[in-house]
């Protein structure tokens, strides 16, 4: 596998510190409207997708339960949330680990997150769906089929174009048969499972790697009508954690393994840092954005993988400042958008790059957001009409914001 670099002069354009007349504050609403309320603006980790129609909707987590709101004006004001899990569960809720949301073509939504079942990173994968557009959630259940009281954790989901359900996850249940041989065994490994009904069903898990991070999100992209391409942290030589590639299919198929970052990035530790992965212009190719702090590579990347030559090009540094992490890629009508979370000393900048020419060149980046409390990490998505930035703070609530119509 080689690299092929291209420069990338990073000048910061004057801030374009953003208004959205349509954040609040937890705290604020809090005061006129109650201590419990529940709300996209009080709950932890949100989640957004668009359905057909271009119905916003968001996922969350409040008091273990997962909630499900939307909104008819792209977060200007939202419905009042549904639980979709009638019994609490400790559901997991920070940057890498949140509930995942998806809306079927006809109007199922489909859910995803990780329940722990103790202190020692064990859990759960649960999947719960609506068939009448959100009144009522289905019984949640458990898709991860061994039984076994270990670590099942980090889930992804993606729906593809022929309406295959596909959901990941990060799976320890090999590491456990090791040590009871008492064998080494680093890591955790790969898992998923297909559903072919949009949820009604899904097929026995499949094992995709062993030896994976614990600890990082999955990113899935298409790759063709069926199938999927994955992207995760994986440990190489016990040592190393860079990432790597897979395509996956509906009956468990599993192809074009490969390294596809190398960052030579020694740590016995679990960095948190899950990458993004977006479809190029053509089937084979995609568009990665990643962290790393290896010997060869410091802070946020941005390459192009092509699967039929297993191989990374245009290796772009991003954003190597202390602090800086957690990019999200999309792409929309020829533009392609990255965001990250950078650090000046003092408060976290939301930070926005663009490219029109498929990853080849980039615009300065352009900061959208500063703050000095706490926050999640940047999320796009797209539909037909564009990019939409996701993400919450402490001082802004959610944030729901378009950027392809709206630089600033």
């Given at each position: 596998?080689?690299?092929?670099?291209?420069?990338?002069?990073?000048?910061?354009?004057?801030?374009?510190?953003?208004?959205?007349?349509?954040?609040?504050?937890?705290?604020?609403?809090?005061?006129?409207?109650?201590?419990?309320?529940?709300?996209?603006?009080?709950?932890?980790?949100?989640?957004?997708?668009?359905?057909?129609?271009?119905?916003?909707?968001?996922?969350?987590?409040?008091?273990?339960?997962?909630?499900?709101?939307?909104?008819?004006?792209?977060?200007?004001?939202?419905?009042?949330?549904?639980?979709?899990?009638?019994?609490?569960?400790?559901?997991?809720?920070?940057?890498?680990?949140?509930?995942?949301?998806?809306?079927?073509?006809?109007?199922?939504?489909?859910?995803?997150?990780?329940?722990?079942?103790?202190?020692?990173?064990?859990?759960?994968?649960?999947?719960?769906?609506?068939?009448?557009?959100?009144?009522?959630?289905?019984?949640?259940?458990?898709?991860?089929?061994?039984?076994?009281?270990?670590?099942?954790?980090?889930?992804?989901?993606?729906?593809?174009?022929?309406?295959?359900?596909?959901?990941?996850?990060?799976?320890?249940?090999?590491?456990?048969?090791?040590?009871?041989?008492?064998?080494?065994?680093?890591?955790?490994?790969?898992?998923?499972?297909?559903?072919?009904?949009?949820?009604?069903?899904?097929?026995?898990?499949?094992?995709?790697?062993?030896?994976?991070?614990?600890?990082?999100?999955?990113?899935?992209?298409?790759?063709?009508?069926?199938?999927?391409?994955?992207?995760?942290?994986?440990?190489?030589?016990?040592?190393?954690?860079?990432?790597?590639?897979?395509?996956?299919?509906?009956?468990?198929?599993?192809?074009?393994?490969?390294?596809?970052?190398?960052?030579?990035?020694?740590?016995?530790?679990?960095?948190?840092?899950?990458?993004?992965?977006?479809?190029?212009?053509?089937?084979?190719?995609?568009?990665?954005?990643?962290?790393?702090?290896?010997?060869?590579?410091?802070?946020?990347?941005?390459?192009?993988?092509?699967?039929?030559?297993?191989?990374?090009?245009?290796?772009?540094?991003?954003?190597?400042?202390?602090?800086?992490?957690?990019?999200?890629?999309?792409?929309?009508?020829?533009?392609?958008?990255?965001?990250?979370?950078?650090?000046?000393?003092?408060?976290?900048?939301?930070?926005?790059?663009?490219?029109?020419?498929?990853?080849?060149?980039?615009?300065?980046?352009?900061?959208?957001?500063?703050?000095?409390?706490?926050?999640?990490?940047?999320?796009?998505?797209?539909?037909?009409?564009?990019?939409?930035l996701s993400w919450a703070s402490n001082e802004l609530g959610y944030v729901f914001k378009e950027l392809t119509h709206d630089p600033q």
């Amino acid at each position: 596998m080689t690299f092929k670099a291209i420069p990338l002069l990073l000048t910061l354009a004057g801030s374009l510190l953003a208004h959205t007349s349509h954040a609040q504050s937890c705290a604020s609403l809090r005061e006129t409207q109650g201590e419990d309320l529940v709300s996209v603006h009080c709950g932890s980790a949100p989640s957004a997708t668009f359905d057909a129609t271009g119905r916003l909707w968001v996922a969350f987590v409040q008091n273990k339960h997962v909630y499900v709101s939307f909104s008819d004006d792209k977060g200007g004001s939202y419905s009042t949330p549904v639980m979709v899990n009638k019994e609490a569960e400790d559901t997991e809720y920070n940057g890498e680990n949140r509930p995942k949301i998806i809306l079927a073509p006809q109007g199922e939504i489909l859910l995803s997150w990780t329940t722990k079942t103790s202190s020692n990173f064990t859990g759960l994968i649960r999947f719960a769906r609506s068939t009448d557009g959100g009144r009522t959630f289905s019984t949640p259940r458990t898709i991860n089929d061994d039984g076994l009281n270990t670590g099942h954790r980090f889930d992804s989901l993606y729906l593809t174009e022929s309406g295959n359900l596909y959901l990941t996850w990060i799976d320890k249940r090999d590491m456990e048969k090791s040590l009871a041989q008492e064998e080494e065994y680093p890591g955790a490994a790969i898992y998923y499972a297909v559903s072919k009904d949009f949820g009604e069903t899904f097929s026995p898990n499949y094992r995709v790697s062993h030896n994976s991070c614990e600890c990082c999100r999955i990113a899935m992209a298409p790759q063709g009508k069926d199938n999927v391409a994955i992207l995760w942290r994986q440990i190489y030589n016990s040592q190393i954690r860079d990432h790597a590639i897979a395509v996956l299919g509906p009956d468990g198929q599993v192809s074009g393994v490969e390294r596809a970052t190398v960052d030579d990035w020694y740590i016995d530790a679990c960095p948190h840092h899950g990458p993004s992965l977006v479809q190029a212009d053509s089937a084979d190719n995609y568009h990665m954005a990643w962290f790393s702090a290896g010997d060869l590579h410091k802070g946020i990347y941005y390459a192009r993988y092509d699967l039929a030559q297993a191989d990374s090009a245009q290796l772009l540094e991003i954003d190597a400042t202390p602090g800086a992490g957690h990019p999200s890629l999309a792409q929309h009508d020829g533009e392609l958008l990255l965001v990250w979370k950078g650090f000046n000393g003092l408060a976290t900048q939301l930070q926005l790059m663009r490219s029109n020419d498929d990853g080849k060149s980039w615009s300065a980046a352009q900061t959208l957001f500063s703050t000095e409390q706490a926050s999640d990490h940047p999320l796009l998505i797209s539909n037909e009409s564009g990019i939409y930035l996701s993400w919450a703070s402490n001082e802004l609530g959610y944030v729901f914001k378009e950027l392809t119509h709206d630089p600033q």
